[in-house]
């Protein structure tokens, strides 16, 4: 079956826009995350979404971040104003509630300019 | 933070067993150790994951050390496909919580 899928795969833009990433996760899957990882770093937690749960922000690193998952499927995960130092991968993942393990997808490479 | 140390990177001939040491001296006694691997420009990928016993998959063994202070996960044969960065957690199974990971071990398959 189909696995994470992202969209797009790369974005520039220019400091102090926004910009909306997009993930599709496995069909089925009651647990989203999404993650971001920074030039030569490891994996940070941004935010997860579990069923209908209010979500787990305590990874957002400040409040230009926001995401939403729209009828417990497709989550979009949005940056206001947008700064150089957002410029990352960022990765989205899914999970079943009988899998240990978390599915991710491809990524999203965003540059800020 | 990370509850493991990774070496930064190793290095491993093709064809040989490639063994990426573990340490996670505060794990508490309902945590796994799982294994993820992140090849270049893709998502991490899952390899394993153990309790206290050994386990083997199509992909990798995972050793554990009795006292569970630290583990290895090898690589039976390796490739230059096995290029990537391997990251070691350890979590709660079947919690929907997020994954903290580490800086993990840069693995160079070399030909």
């Known amino acids: 079956g189909a696995g994470v899928s992202q969209s797009p795969s790369n974005k520039v833009t220019e400091k102090g826009k926004d910009v909306e990433l997009r993930c599709d996760p496995i069909?089925?899957?009651?647990?989203l995350y999404w993650y971001r990882q920074s030039l030569g770093q490891g994996l940070e937690f941004l935010i997860y979404?579990?069923?209908?749960?209010?979500?787990?922000k305590s990874g957002l690193p400040s409040d230009r971040f926001s995401a939403e998952r729209t009828g417990g499927s497709v989550s979009t995960l949005t940056i206001q104003r947008t700064q150089q130092e957002d410029s990352a991968v960022y990765l989205c993942?899914?999970?079943?509630?009988?899998?240990?393990?978390?599915?991710f997808g491809p990524g999203t490479r965003l540059t800020v300019l | 933070d990370a509850k493991t140390t990774q070496p930064p990177s190793m290095d491993c001939a093709e064809g040989r067993a490639a063994n990426l040491p573990c340490n996670h001296s505060?794990?508490?006694?309902?945590?796994?150790v799982y294994w993820y691997r992140q090849i270049h420009s893709q998502g991490p990928q899952y390899i394993i994951h153990?309790?206290?016993n050994n386990e083997t998959n199509e992909m990798a063994s995972l050793i554990i050390t009795e006292d569970r202070k630290s583990s290895t996960l090898i690589l039976p044969h390796a490739t230059l496909r096995d290029t990537a960065v391997y990251y070691c957690?350890?979590?709660?199974?079947?919690?929907?919580?997020?994954?903290?990971f580490g800086k993990g071990t840069r693995l160079h398959i070399l030909p």
């Open positions: 993942a899914s999970r079943s509630t009988t899998d240990n393990e978390q599915f």
């Open positions: 069909s089925g899957h009651t647990a």
């Open positions: 979404f579990q069923g209908n749960s209010a979500p787990d």
């Open positions: 505060t794990i508490s006694g309902n945590e796994y």
């Open positions: 153990g309790l206290k």
């Open positions: 957690i350890v979590r709660v199974a079947y919690r929907d919580d997020k994954i903290i």
